[in-house]
């Protein structure tokens, strides 16, 4: 079984380059979306605290299973911890055998924004030049590059109410983008904004954005409601928005459509890639992803790091299951006779 630490996924991402991994993972994501009925599909295991939340996320098809224990946990920063961490396993059907352990806190991150990137080259208009950020924490950078990567950016306008994830964001995307624009609350970050992004932390009802401050034809990717009882959006907004989600059962629970029931849902994503609905269909229209992270990314993600983890020979391969001449003999293998 191949094993991908921290290590090995920082390996691989500078070896292919950030760039060419996004590509690639955009293009996996986009393969997997397409063939949605291939694959065996659920919510989330959620197992919720006061503090956090705790999730197990499968997927698979007749030949790859994978899943993804991933976590949430907001208050973790003050104590110098992730506030998302993940570890994710592929495993293969025909025996049930695993055949990749690896890390996905990186991975997560990554998918996630191919994610972001995948919904706005269906929704955002096509000259989209500037962007909008709220949120400066982990997630912040991948998005903004992987948004670069399918839309002409040339403006990010970004806003954190943590000084200090400004100033690192700020920091990590310096010369990487023609301008970058600190702003001093949400209203002044999305004035103007073509495409709009909310990536806040807090498990609260939130409404950090209303109708009255965007600008007509944006797009809305909102990937910080990803919980029961969690939204950033005022409800009223999602009444003017073209509303595109990714599997409604989970959506339902999580998304920013938790706090509007009778919300008109346009698609879920599989059906705008596969050609089935119609994505973005005017320049003057609102469109909002109401995104709340899927397990059949986490396949995509995973089947991908495999494949290019083969190519370019990274990760180690360790023993998990025990090697048997006799498969029925499993005590006879541990216990020295």
């Not at 299973?65 to 506030?83: D, E, I, R």
């Not at 990590?172 to 609350?185: E, F, I, T």
Request: charged share 20%; net charge negative.
């Amino acid at each position: 079984m191949r094993l991908i630490t921290t290590k090995d996924m920082r390996q691989l991402v500078n070896q292919v380059g950030l760039s060419d991994f996004n590509k690639q993972l955009l293009e996996a994501l986009r393969q997997a979306f397409s063939r949605w009925h291939d694959f065996q599909l659920s919510p989330r295991h959620a197992t919720h605290y006061p503090h956090g939340v705790i999730e197990l996320m499968p997927c698979a098809d007749d030949q790859l299973y994978a899943f993804k224990y991933v976590n949430g946990h907001p208050q973790n920063t003050a104590q110098g911890k992730l506030c998302v961490v993940a570890v994710g396993m592929l495993a293969e059907v025909d025996s049930g055998y695993p055949v990749m352990v690896c890390e996905m806190t990186w991975l997560t991150a990554l998918r996630t924004a191919a994610t972001t990137a995948l919904g706005a080259q269906y929704l955002a208009r096509k000259e989209s030049e500037v962007m909008a950020i709220i949120g400066c924490g982990a997630q912040a950078e991948f998005q903004v590059l992987a948004l670069a990567g399918v839309r002409p950016i040339k403006s990010v306008r970004y806003f954190d109410i943590d000084p200090a994830a400004m100033a690192k964001f700020a920091h990590n995307l310096k010369g990487r983008l023609p301008s970058l624009v600190a702003c001093k609350n949400a209203a002044e970050t999305v004035y103007g904004a073509d495409l709009i992004v909310t990536a806040t932390a807090a498990k609260c009802q939130d409404r950090i954005l209303n109708a009255s401050m965007i600008t007509p034809g944006a797009h809305i990717h909102a990937m910080g409601g990803d919980c029961p009882g969690k939204t950033e959006l005022d409800p009223a907004l999602l009444d003017q928005a073209k509303i595109v989600v990714e599997y409604k059962p989970q959506s339902i629970e999580e998304g920013e459509i938790q706090n509007r029931p009778k919300a008109v849902i346009h698609a879920e994503l599989w059906q705008i890639v596969s050609g089935q609905s119609a994505g973005r269909e005017s320049d003057s229209e609102l469109t909002l992803f109401d995104s709340v992270g899927f397990a059949l990314e986490d396949y995509a993600a995973l089947r991908l790091v495999k494949q290019l983890a083969e190519q370019h020979d990274i990760g180690s391969e360790v023993e998990m299951i025990p090697e048997l001449n006799d498969p029925k003999d499993l005590f006879g293998r541990l216990i020295e006779l």
